[in-house]
Structure formats: C-alpha cells, structure tokens
C-alpha cells in the first residue's frame, strides 16, 4: 500500500485532478498516512494550544481531510472545531471520527469560502503546499481572520523549497499585518524522510 497515493500527493497540478487523487485516497489515506508516521497535525495541535489553551474556542480545520487534523486538536484540548474539505469521500472520513461540531464541503472556487471573523482560530495541517492548496491561500485564510485571532499551519520540505510559499508568508510578517508567535521544524512523515514547519501567526 505505501506509496500507492502519497508518492503521487506532491506531484498534482490543478484543482480538479488534486481532488480526484483525494477523492479516491478517501478509503486508504488513514492508514497509509499511519505507515509513514504522519507527526504533523499533532505538532500543530500542540504549538497551536500553546498560544491558546482555550477549550472552548471555535476552531476551523481548513482542509480537514479524513479528520486527522481534527482529532489531534480534540486531544490538544479543543472541543468547538468545525471542520471543511473539498473532497466529500475525505468528508465521509472525518464524519466518523466523531471530533467536529460541523462539517462542510469547501467550494474551491468560491474567493471567501471562510465566514469571516467566525473562528479564533483557523488550522490549515498539512494542506498548503505543493500538489496541495496554492501560496495565495494564506491570504484567504489571514482575511477570515480578525485582529487578534491565530492561524496555525505547515510547509513540508517541498513547500519551503518552492519561495513563493515563505515568501508569502514574510510578506505579511514584513509589513507588519501579522505576527509570528512560534516557528518549529521537526517530522511530517518520517516513513518518507519529509519534515515540516510548523508556523503560528497572530493577525495584526
């Protein structure tokens, strides 16, 4: 089993055909996932709590996927997380892990697809970067937020070696419109020899 997706997960290009890989994905990825050691939604989680250990704070899992993300936030200590993914089948997932308030299919085509200022917190774990979510969706994930509010999210090895995604990043730290409360890098799938950066940011 190992390889059969993941291998192909860094290599999609566009919308459609990366929802069709996820779509399909959908039955085995939990246990792929599991095969390669995924650390990454649990060091979110972790860095994430640091900044706000808040249990009743209203947490969006943008991308939640088969509800990884979401049941390492429950086990951080959050309880209100609504959760949001493109592909229904990793919908259908993330419905059985019994962790989310609400869940919701995201339209990728819809420009604000977050309501805005509904969440202290927005967790994008493992859905920006190459073959994944585009740069740009920092900026629609930084403007659902209110001033004050927190984003935590990962670039894997292949997203910071492409510069537009930290070099998105800076743009909003270098003119001061947020924050940079943690940076960590560690494992994201150590079965496949990747790490990841783990960023938590406050909106100015």
């Known amino acids: 089993m190992s390889g059969k997706f993941l291998d192909k997960a860094y290599d999609l290009d566009g919308s459609e055909k990366t929802q069709a890989h996820y779509d399909a994905w959908a039955a085995t990825y939990d246990a792929e996932i599991a095969e390669n050691g995924y650390a990454t939604p649990g060091r979110c989680a972790a860095a994430l709590w640091e900044q706000l250990p808040s249990p009743d704070a209203p947490i969006l899992d943008f991308g939640c996927g088969t509800g990884l993300s979401g049941l390492a936030l429950r086990l951080a200590g959050y309880r209100v997380i609504d959760g949001t993914d493109p592909s229904p089948e990793m919908l259908d ?14 339209d990728l085509d819809d420009p604000a697809p977050v309501p805005a ?14 073959g994944a979510a585009p740069a ?9 937020l209110g001033q004050g509010d927190i984003l935590v999210f990962s670039y894997n090895d292949h997203a910071l070696a492409d510069p537009q995604y930290v070099g998105r990043l800076n743009q909003w730290l270098d003119c001061g419109a ?9 494992p994201h799938l150590p079965g496949k020899d990747l790490n990841s950066n783990v960023y938590v940011i406050e909106k100015a």
Do not use: C, E, F, P
């Not at 997932?93 to 995201?106: E, I, N, P, Q, T």
């Not at 947020?178 to 560690?186: C, D, H, N, P």
């Open 178 to 186: 947020a924050r940079l409360l943690s940076q960590s890098y560690g």
């Open 136 to 144: 740009n969706t920092l900026d629609l994930l930084m403007k659902a």
């Open 93 to 106: 997932g993330a419905r059985g892990k019994d962790v989310y308030r609400k869940l919701s299919l995201l």
């Open 117 to 130: 200022h509904s969440y202290r917190a927005i967790a994008a774990i493992g859905v920006i970067g190459t």
